[in-house]
C-alpha cells in the first residue's frame, strides 16, 4: 500500500467514534497519530518512532483477544494502521535495515530463552547462530557473481567494516 492510500486510510479511522472505555489503550492511538502527523508533513520516521509503534503493536496484539464489539473492531483497525505504519518506515533502506535487525534480534532473544535458558553461558551458540545468518545473507551475491572468489573477499571486507562501526556505536551509546 502506498503512502497516500496508507494517509487515506488513517484519516478515515480518525472520524470513527472513539470507545469510551479502554482508556489505557488510547496512548497508543496517540503513538500511531504522531506517526502519522510525520507522514502528513513528509517527514520520515525515524528508529524510535518505530520503536514505538512496535511497542504499541504489541500492546495492541496482547489487548485484542479481550476486547470486543466497537472497542476491538476499532483497536483491530488501528493495530492495522500501526502495521501499515511500520511497513511504510520500512521502505526506507537504512530504516528497514535497522527494523529488521531489532526483529531478528527479538526473535534470537525468545530463542535463547525458551531453548537456552537465557544463560550467557550460551554466547557462542547465540554468536554462531548470528554468523551463520549473516554467510547465509553473502552466499547469493558471492554464488551471482563472475568472479566469486573476488566477490567473498570484498563482501566479507565490507561485513568487517560495517560490524565494527555498528559495535562501536552501539557500545559508545551504552550506558556504564
Known sequence: MNLPDVLRKWDAFDSLPRPSEHAELQSFETFAAMAYLKFTDGSKLDMRDVQLLWHCQDGLSKALGSLTGAAKEYFTELDELVRLAIRQAASEPWLFANIVAVELKELLDKRVNE??????????????????????????????????????????????????????????????
Do not use: C, N, W, Y
Open 115 to 176: 531453548s537456552l535458558s537465557g544463560s550467557m553461558a550460551h554466547f557462542p551458540a547465540i554468536l554462531g547462530a548470528t554468523i551463520s545468518l549473516v554467510a547465509d545473507v553473502l552466499r547469493g551475491p558471492i554464488l551471482l557473481s563472475p568472479d566469486p572468489d573476488k566477490a567473498r573477499e570484498a563482501l566479507l571486507r565490507s561485513a568487517v567494516e560495517q560490524l565494527q562501526k555498528t559495535v562501536e556505536q552501539f557500545t559508545r551509546a551504552a550506558p556504564r
